[in-house]
C-alpha cells in the first residue's frame, strides 16, 4: 500500500523558512516524478513543483521560483521542499503526491504551513 506522511509545516513569520518533507513507503520511489501540492484556506488545489523521479528535472509555479527548491532522496525514500522567503500567500496545507503510469493517484494527509506575523 502507498503511504505518504508530510512534516515539517508550521507557523512562520513572512521572510523564514521552513523545510517540508515527506515519507514514502509501499512503492518503488526512484522509479516515480514526485510532487508538491497546496490548497490554501477556502480555495482549491495548486500545483507547486513536480520533480523527475531521478531528480534531474524539476519544475516549479511561477510564484515560488527561486524562494522554493524541491529535491529528494531516493536512498531514503523522501521527497523535501526547501521554502524560503515565505509570503503571507504561501499558507496552504502542502501535500506530496504521486503518480503515473502503474501506480494509483495517491496523496498524504497534509502538514499545515501559516506565514504571519
Known amino acids: 500500500e502507498v503511504q505518504l506522511v508530510e512534516s515539517g509545516g508550521g507557523l512562520v513569520q513572512p521572510g523564514g523558512s521552513l523545510t517540508l518533507s515527506c515519507a514514502a513507503s509501499?512503492?518503488?520511489?526512484?522509479?516515480?516524478?514526485m510532487t508538491w501540492v497546496r490548497q490554501a484556506p477556502g480555495k482549491g488545489l495548486e500545483w507547486v513543483s513536480t520533480i523527475k523521479s531521478d531528480g534531474g528535472s524539476i519544475v516549479y509555479l511561477d510564484s515560488v521560483k527561486g524562494r522554493f527548491t524541491i529535491s529528494r532522496d531516493n536512498t531514503k525514500n523522501t521527497l523535501h521542499l526547501q521554502m524560503n522567503s515565505l509570503k503571507s500567500e504561501d499558507t496552504a496545507v502542502y501535500y506530496c503526491n504521486v503518480n503515473g503510469e502503474g501506480i494509483k493517484d495517491s496523496w498524504g494527509q497534509g502538514t499545515q504551513v501559516i506565514v504571519s506575523s
Open positions: 509501499g512503492f518503488v520511489f526512484s522509479a516515480f516524478y
